[in-house]
């Protein structure tokens, strides 16, 4: 009889909110250890290197800004789960809710596990990165609040 693996858990971490990755980082790593699925985490850097924003911006800026992603994604995983985690990093760069949704498609994730804030009125009318993750994700969403 062949033994499948489980589909991975995909955490997406807001780096302007590190305050918040802790709490993400442990819940995601909880289900993952459920079904001894493999736990990915990942961050979304904006892209700036657009012709009008990017011209505001000095030379190998958005390598610097996604070294100091990387670093800081590292940092915060350790910090909450151990060094020795076993966990997938992954840096993305563009629109948040399509990176997470690619990188949730292409890792064929189980299950995405974001943070939300409190709504803010103006998230009603745009919708926020969560809630089109959540409408468009082919896999289950939870979705913790702060």
Do not use: C, W
Not at 52 to 72: C, M, N, P, W
Not at 90 to 101: C, H, N, T, V
């Amino acid at each position: 009889m062949s033994q499948t693996q489980s589909q991975p858990v995909l955490v997406a971490i807001d780096l302007a909110h590190p305050e918040h990755s802790a709490a993400l980082l442990t819940r995601a790593a909880q289900l993952a250890k459920l079904d001894a699925a493999p736990l990915a985490v990942m961050s979304v850097v904006p892209d700036f290197g657009m012709s009008i924003v990017g011209s505001y911006f000095k030379d190998g800026s958005q390598a610097e800004a996604l070294d100091h992603a990387r670093q800081t994604l590292h940092s915060l995983v350790e910090a909450a789960l151990g060094s020795d985690s076993g966990v997938q990093h992954i840096i993305a760069q563009g629109s948040a809710y399509e990176q997470i949704l690619a990188t949730a498609d292409t890792l064929g994730a189980g299950l995405i596990v974001m943070g939300a804030h409190k709504p803010e009125f103006q998230d009603f009318l745009l919708g926020p990165n969560t809630s089109r993750v959540v409408r468009h994700a082919k896999a289950s969403v939870l979705v913790l609040r702060d």
